[in-house]
């Protein structure tokens, strides 16, 4: 089952500038995707679009981007604006319960009584993954959640999200990030941007290669898998 279409998308600038540019993809049932590319590339425009235009009743998506008022975006946005409790007792039993479940297998049960604004970097992204997960939505949009995490913050968090992929009931994701070394075991599919246009896209051992990667960072990049996890350097193909 498609729980996401895109076609021939286009997205300008109020500058004239093409932020994405004839992109067409494709996210079913079961599958997890990384989007990966440079700076500018045109990564988190496609989030935001996917959310807008998602074929399936609910999304889960985690930002602290500002997110285009015009852009309706399903079931779940977050934003760095939250200055409230993460968990509220004024709500109904089962909903706390979810919420303390869902954060203390991210393991910050302990943030229930926190606003967001005091939280770290890494707590922050915890958060935003298990609110975003509070309706258990079959697609989950990831805008770069090992971002400002240190070594332990980051493996931790990847540790879960392979755990999380492995449930038989897990939604179907969509990862962005600029590093390989971010992806989490697991993933399935990659798609590659550059520029707002595809570079390749995939399933992850044909699409993340050393050539298309050097293609889409305008650099030579030597990619290695092991176990499941992926690795870039600098180097000649």
């Not at 286009?10 to 049932?29: E, F, K, P, Q, Y």
């Not at 939280?119 to 298990?130: C, D, F, H, T, Y």
């Not at 896209?201 to 305008?218: D, H, K």
Request: with cysteine; charged share 20%.
């Amino acid at each position: 089952m498609d729980l996401l279409r895109v076609r021939g998308l286009t997205v300008v600038a109020s500058d004239g500038r093409r932020l994405l540019d004839d992109v067409s993809w494709t996210v079913r049932d079961g599958e997890r995707w990384v989007i990966l590319g440079p700076n500018a590339s045109g990564k988190s425009t496609l989030l935001a679009q996917a959310a807008h235009r998602a074929l399936c009743d609910t999304v889960g998506l985690t930002t602290e981007l500002v997110v285009d008022p015009a852009i309706r975006v399903l079931d779940v946005v977050v934003s760095a604006a939250l200055d409230e409790p993460v968990h509220r007792d004024a709500v109904e039993p089962a909903e706390s319960d979810r919420a303390q479940s869902l954060l203390a297998q991210l393991g910050c049960a302990s943030l229930a009584t926190r606003t967001f604004v005091t939280l770290s970097s890494g707590e922050r992204q915890r958060v935003l993954i298990a609110r975003a997960l509070m309706t258990d939505p079959e697609l989950l949009l990831l805008d770069e959640p090992a971002a400002g995490l240190d070594l332990a913050g980051r493996e931790a968090l990847l540790l879960w999200l392979t755990r999380l992929g492995r449930e038989p009931d897990a939604p179907s994701t969509v990862l962005v990030t600029h590093h390989v070394e971010e992806i989490p075991a697991g993933t399935t599919h990659a798609l590659l941007l550059s520029a707002g246009q595809v570079v390749a896209r995939g399933p992850i051992g044909v699409a993340l290669t050393s050539a298309n990667l050097s293609r889409c960072f305008g650099l030579p990049i030597l990619v290695r898998e092991l176990d499941g996890r992926w690795g870039a350097r600098f180097g000649m193909p």
